[in-house]
């Protein structure tokens, strides 16, 4: 039996509070013993209840309760790792200025394991003097301090200062608790794709008129930047070919960028030099502009419209199986493609799916319908995994994340075939 490893959850009293229970269902989710311990302010968000049903342990605040099991210093020399989500400038300053006045403060103070913390306020006071100080003393000491995202805030404004999305919190947790010297005790299972190195693509390309426009399509990138993240999760080193994302990129990945389609097969191709997966999740557009205008198309006349020609482009994904197929060696052992469908009078969705798979000659292809409300920019999706001879594998309803995970397992059970 090898021991769990415990992570100290610190919870600051920030909105972003609410987004650390996620958090800590994937920590409890991944085996591990967590021990919650939030500031008094943060039970203004979130309440004593919801950690202590997630984690099924109790809570404490104060170094004052529960004194029997001395909690104030034993809980951060048995912990693993130290994580401090939300990290308001409040509490920042607190521990920048090592004083132990709760339980967490104190928790943190007793500890030698590594302390992580994510902070999460308004842009305002991120960039304030006082706490750009702080995050300094706090990284001279050896503490790992993940930068806030980008984007909505609270009200209405929006800037640096938003909480990361709990995976990609989860994922630099790991890669800390992985640099953790192994010690029997501690051993915890390796992910499915650990020692694998896996492309993933995501995004839509966008394919230039003139210096002003271009033809695109609607993917957002939410469901291939969330593969990413899983397969990070499960071990794999992760290299991101990202076309045009309305999402942000997971941290910890080896990002290469492309806009047009062929920028991608180029980027792609590159990627997957000594990959063992890859997963095609980009939109890529099928067609280009022909010609490319220098500078802006005008109107002429009164009401006289262009006429664009276009030009296929290549399949990125049926390449990648014709070069494997003309030299086994090369490329990588499992090419998954994603086939985007809708029903029509020439066939259902699988129908389609089917025949695309025999087309491209891929290994998994995962299928979604969309359509006007369902699968572009959505935060859920359902997909249905097929197998290379079309038998389907599985069948996923749920959000990205959780299909991002059905994609995982599948590709892992591919590599282990
Ligand atoms: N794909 C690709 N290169 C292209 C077009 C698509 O590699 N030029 C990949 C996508 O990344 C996806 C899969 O092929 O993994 C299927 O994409 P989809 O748009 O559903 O299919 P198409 O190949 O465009 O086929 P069709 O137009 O018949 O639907």
């Known amino acids: 039996m090898t021991a769990q490893q415990r992570i100290v959850l610190g919870v600051g009293g920030g909105i972003a509070a609410y987004k650390v229970a996620a958090l800590l269902r994937l920590f409890k989710e991944s085996g591990r013993h967590v021990d919650v311990v939030p500031t008094e302010a943060s039970l203004q968000f979130v309440g004593r209840a919801t950690w202590e049903a997630l984690s099924g342990r109790p809570v404490h605040t104060s170094v004052f309760e529960a004194v029997e099991d001395v909690n104030h210093v034993r809980l951060g020399q048995e912990a693993d790792l130290v994580l401090i989500a939300p990290a308001t400038a409040d509490l920042l300053a607190r521990l920048a200025a090592g004083m132990a006045n709760d339980l967490l403060t104190n928790t943190v ?30 990284r001279s000491r050896g503490v790992t301090v993940i930068d806030p995202a980008i984007g909505r805030l609270t009200g209405k404004d929006s800037g640096p200062g938003r909480l990361p999305e709990a995976a990609d919190l989860f994922a630099a947790a790991e890669r800390l608790l992985a640099q953790r010297a192994p010690s029997a005790s501690h051993a915890v299972a390796p992910g499915p794709l650990a020692g694998r190195t896996v492309v993933v693509s995501a995004g839509g390309t966008r394919e230039p008129l003139d210096p002003v426009r271009f033809l695109g399509n609607r993917s957002s990138g939410k469901q291939g930047t969330a593969i990413a993240r899983a397969a990070l999760a499960a071990g794999a080193q992760v290299r991101l070919v990202a076309a045009h994302l309305e999402t942000g990129v ?58 664009l020609t276009l030009l296929r482009n290549p399949d990125i994904l049926a390449g990648l199986v014709d070069r494997r197929r003309a030299d086994p060696g090369k490329g990588p052992a499992v090419i998954a493609g994603f086939a985007a469908e809708t029903g029509d009078d020439e066939g259902s969705v699988m129908d389609h799916a089917r025949a695309k798979l025999a087309r491209k000659g891929c290994d998994l292809l995962v299928v979604n319908e969309v359509g006007a409300t369902l699968g572009f920019g959505t935060e859920e999706n359902t997909v249905t995994i097929l197998a290379a001879d079309g038998s389907p594998e599985t069948e996923v309803a749920g959000t990205k994340d959780e299909v991002a995970e059905a994609v995982v397992t599948a590709l892992a059970a591919a590599l282990n075939r």
Not at 112 to 130: D, F, K, Q, S
């Open 109 to 138: 103070l007793a500890s030698r394991a590594p302390v992580m913390v994510a902070p999460a306020m308004h842009t305002e006071m991120w960039e304030n003097p006082a706490t750009t100080a702080n995050i300094a003393t706090l």
């Open 250 to 307: 997971p941290d910890g990945v080896e990002l290469l960028t492309a806009s047009t389609a062929l920028q991608l097969r180029d980027a792609v191709d590159q990627a997957c030099e000594g990959a063992d997966a890859v997963v095609m999740a980009a939109a890529v557009a099928d067609f280009r502009p022909a010609d490319y205008a220098g500078s802006k198309i005008k109107k002429k006349g009164d009401d006289g419209a262009p006429t």
